[in-house]
């Protein structure tokens, strides 16, 4: 899996030498390069004496872990919009209360849902207000209705279907 590409003088393979465990990737060079290896001994005095390098090495390593979050998260957890609405689903049928017209009431906050889908309570609201729009929910205070839609007969769905192909 590719991961990124590396500039010019950055260094990589740090944490192995600190956690002294092998390097857990491969790194290529797509252009003739040259490398330059730092014994774990020469390297450690030079963190021990130089508190700027000690501190560009963690913020270097910070950022590598944002990044590795990041490309986690995109592989393995679905969009927003899907957490959201798998969420939905599982409210509705395990705290939602069905009205006469089949409905479903769930009581919670945008806050609530953010927390639970770990998502932020502003791309939360963007997405249920995309819904509301949809004509598959209404917002209100502390409160999501799930509209209920009536189920397509075979003629509508073939409508539906040649609406999105065209």
Known sequence: MFMRFLSKGEMFGVPSVIARTPFPTDVLCESDGETLEVPRLAFEQAIKAQ????????KGLSIRVTELFSLMEDDLLPSLSAR?????????????KVDTAGNVLLRLSQQDIAQAINGSRQKVNQELKRLER????????????LLRRP????????????????
Request: net charge positive.
């Open 151 to 166: 189920p397509l007969s075979a003629s509508g769905a073939q409508a539906q279907n040649s609406k999105k192909a065209g």
């Open 134 to 145: 949809e004509g598959v929910l209404t917002l209100g205070y502390r409160t999501i209705t």
């Open 51 to 58: 508190p700027d390098l000690a501190l560009a090495l963690i």
């Open 84 to 96: 959201l609405q798998q969420c939905l689903a599982r409210l509705a049928s395990h705290e939602g």
